[in-house]
């Protein structure tokens, strides 16, 4: 197995790294930063997006497994007291590869088109105050939004700043994208629906803002940048999915219950 690692950057996510790395070599496991089969985060979800978003030309090739250098993670669902287990496993067995689906964005501007795969969400909010944008679902107009911003998630970002605005858990054996609304303005003038969506992998929606001139604060899961020239962004499930090596089963909800219940 060639394996690449990232870590957080703090002094127990790197020391977990250090000890990750002499404990592989002596299994048989080789690092390989430029071609790996496997990809290892060390720290929280937070690392994973980052990780994902280093090696996402390498989709096709590579199954990412996250250690939690906190509380456990969705995406990094393994804790630093389990090193040894999981390498004893990846030395010696092969891991069941899970599949979660993927947010495509297409954004048209002034200058030609740029495209962004994400993981968690793709966030849009204006560089001025409210935002304005109309929503189409399928080429039909859908609802005009004015308020704080949209976010559109992926199922295994469902759980991340999508959960925050009330919109719904969804499972990542479902490929859809949900769109939540931030603070949107709901009076005589201005209406939108003010609950969450949720598309289906054969449907997409367009953001169409009425002024290109406007400047945009665009998110990419942990990415922000700012855009002028914004002549439309069209969201749909990715072709290309996202793996994620399991050695051992741990359900989506019993993830979710861990990190938002507890024992019950
Ligand atoms: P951050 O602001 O430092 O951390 C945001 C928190 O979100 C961290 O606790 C992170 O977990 C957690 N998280 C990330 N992905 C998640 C997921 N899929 N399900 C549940 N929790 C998740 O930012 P960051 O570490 O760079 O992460 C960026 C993410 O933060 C965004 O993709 C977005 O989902 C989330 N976010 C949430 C809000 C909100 O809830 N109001 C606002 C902005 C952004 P770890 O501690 O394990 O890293």
Redesign the pocket.
């Known amino acids: 197995m060639k394996y690449a690692l990232l870590d957080?950057g703090d002094r127990l996510s790197r020391e977990l790294s250090e000890q990750f790395q002499t404990q592989a070599k002596a299994r048989g496991l080789i690092y390989d930063e430029e071609a790996p089969d496997t990809v290892v985060s060390i720290?929280?979800?937070?690392?994973?997006?980052?990780a994902f978003h280093r090696y996402k030309e390498l989709l096709d090739r590579v199954a990412f497994i996250g250690i939690?250098t906190?509380?456990l993670?969705?995406?990094?669902d393994w804790q630093k007291n389990e090193l040894v287990e999981l390498l004893d496993l990846m030395a010696s067995s092969e891991p069941r590869n899970i599949h979660y689906p993927l947010l495509h964005v297409d954004i048209v501007t002034t200058e030609g088109k740029e495209t962004h795969l994400v993981?968690?969400?793709f966030?849009l909010k204006s560089g001025d105050g409210t935002l304005v944008s109309a929503i189409h679902i399928n080429d039909e107009p859908f609802e005009m939004f004015r308020g704080d911003g949209i976010v559109i998630?992926t199922p295994?970002?469902?759980?991340?700043?999508?959960?925050?605005?009330g919109g719904a858990v969804i499972h990542p054996s479902l490929e859809a994208l949900q769109i939540a609304e931030i603070a949107s303005i709901n009076n005589r003038v201005y209406r939108t629906l003010g609950s969450s969506v949720i598309l289906p992998k054969h449907h997409h929606c367009d953001i169409v803002p009425p002024d290109p001139g406007e400047e945009l604060i665009i998110?990419v899961?942990?990415m922000l940048m700012a855009l002028t020239g914004v002549r439309s962004i069209t969201c749909r499930v990715a072709e290309k999915k996202v793996t994620f090596a399991r050695y051992r089963p741990f359900t989506f909800w019993n993830r979710v219950r861990e990190?938002f219940i507890g024992s019950v």
């Open positions: 957080r720290g929280g979800d937070g690392t994973m997006l980052q939690h906190g509380h993670g969705f995406y990094a993981l968690n969400e966030t998630s295994t970002g469902s759980t991340g700043y999508n959960k925050s605005l998110g899961d942990h990190a």
